[in-house]
């Protein structure tokens, strides 16, 4: 399998992935920064520590038709923060 590098023949290839690189750092610092009650989606992890609720419980839900806190993209799971709020807080018992 060929990595990015292996493709890139010129200067011009080699600053472009300088710049992608220190983008991807940027992200992921900026991700860290954040605190977890103040990001728009979260984890199944960062939402099981955030709400209590355990990472296969929030499996479960987010896989049953219609639920409103979780989005899929791909095959990784998005938790909608808010949403999950909501969602705790009008149901008793999850």
Not at 18 to 36: C, D, F, G, H, R
Not at 38 to 46: A, G, N, S, V, Y
Not at 56 to 72: D, N, Q
Request: positive net charge; glycine residues 6%.
């Amino acid at each position: 399998m060929n990595t990015l590098k292996n493709l890139i023949s010129s200067n011009d290839d080699e600053e472009m992935l300088t710049e992608v690189k220190a983008y991807q750092n940027k992200l992921i610092s900026n991700k860290e920064e954040t605190p977890i009650w103040e990001r728009k989606w979260l984890t199944i992890e960062e939402a099981s520590a955030y709400s209590g609720i355990g990472r296969g419980k929030l499996r479960e839900l987010s896989k049953t038709a219609g639920c409103p806190f979780a989005i899929w993209m791909g095959s990784k799971i998005h938790i909608v923060r808010e949403k999950l709020d909501k969602y705790t807080a009008t149901h008793e018992r999850i």
